[in-house]
């Protein structure tokens, strides 16, 4: 899902203040000196949270932090994870942290309550944060008060009940192209890359064909989505495969040496020499337990000799 992730993180570079509005349900206050804390500043671990934001409001200085969802969390419970990014952020930071998750799927964040609880007595712990689920915010609203930084969700918001799919979608990418945004390729692409979730690659492409000069643009845009989440899930698996590989590869050396050390203690000093270059050759772990064994047994070097060429070594 990183490049849904990676997306909806721009949105957040586009525009930052537009999410402390929603953050604070777009109500009239004073909000002042907000800035998107990037992922090169040492003072927070990006790879933990997705957006920090530093802001003043009435005066204070605060932190909003927002987690994007595409589906439900399918590792640590989201209640769970959010009470550990609120904890974190507070001790890094020592303000007031407004923490708010955000779900991008239709079906996604259904059963968030919203808080952690621990209810134990003369121990209870109790975070509180805000679960927004783009279907069930209203995207006309949003279109009307043409909010940069959110305007790439609307394909996901709940659309009025009297438009189809396909009009809602080219009314979306309508308002997007009417922004005066620095990078409108990239822009759209975000808005096209998110909407891929409820629709068809090929009919957002078309849209923002009639709709935009953009179609070449946005699917070359599409294709390097595509190859950064190939690059990404190919060095995942790498590392993956490694670390497999590295952790085989030790056990058959440690299981390699504990052999040649019972040679060398049970039965003659040059043992080891001996049996070690036919030893090398065998990957198979289960077969160098049953030599381990059979070295422990063995009274002579011809009783591990016999052992070693049951099997064909």
Same mark, same amino acid.
């Given at each position: ?22 953050? @604070? ?90 808080? @952690? ?197």
């Amino acid at each position: 899902m990183a490049n849904f992730d990676t997306a909806s993180k721009k949105t957040a570079e586009i525009s930052p203040k537009d999410f402390v509005d929603l953050c @604070f349900g777009f109500e009239t206050i004073d909000i002042t000196d907000i800035e998107l804390i990037q992922p090169e500043q040492p003072t927070v671990d990006m790879r933990q949270a997705d957006v920090v934001i530093t802001a003043e409001i009435g005066g204070r200085q605060v932190i909003v932090h927002f987690e994007f969802q595409t589906t439900d969390s399918s590792e640590t419970d989201m209640p769970l994870r959010m009470a550990g990014y609120i904890i974190r952020l507070i001790e890094t930071y020592g303000l007031e942290v407004y923490s708010n998750v955000i779900y991008l799927r239709p079906d996604a964040g259904r059963r968030d309550p919203g808080q @952690f609880v621990q209810d134990i007595a003369e121990h209870e712990v109790l975070t509180r944060y805000k679960v927004f689920r783009l279907i069930e915010m209203d995207g006309q609203s949003i279109l009307e008060a043409k909010p940069m930084g959110l305007l790439p969700f609307t394909p996901l918001m709940k659309r009025p009940i009297d438009i189809g799919a396909e009009a809602w979608l080219r009314r979306c990418v309508q308002t997007a192209d009417s922004m005066n945004v620095e990078n409108k390729t990239t822009y759209l692409g975000t808005l096209a890359v998110l909407g891929s979730l409820v629709y068809e690659s090929e009919m957002i492409l078309n849209v923002i064909s009639e709709e935009t000069m953009e179609r070449s643009s946005i699917a070359e845009h599409f294709a390097a989505e595509a190859l950064q989440q190939g690059i990404e899930q190919g060095i995942e698996q790498g590392i993956e495969q490694g670390i497999e590989q590295g952790i085989e590869q030790g056990a058959r050396e440690r299981a390699l040496k504990d052999i040649l050390e019972v040679l060398t203690l049970r039965l003659k000093p040059y043992a080891a020499t001996i049996f070690k270059p036919t030893l090398e050759t065998i990957a198979d772990l289960d077969r160098l337990a049953q030599l381990h064994r059979a070295a422990i047994l063995a009274e002579t070097l011809d009783d591990f000799a016999q052992a070693l060429t049951e099997n064909g070594n």
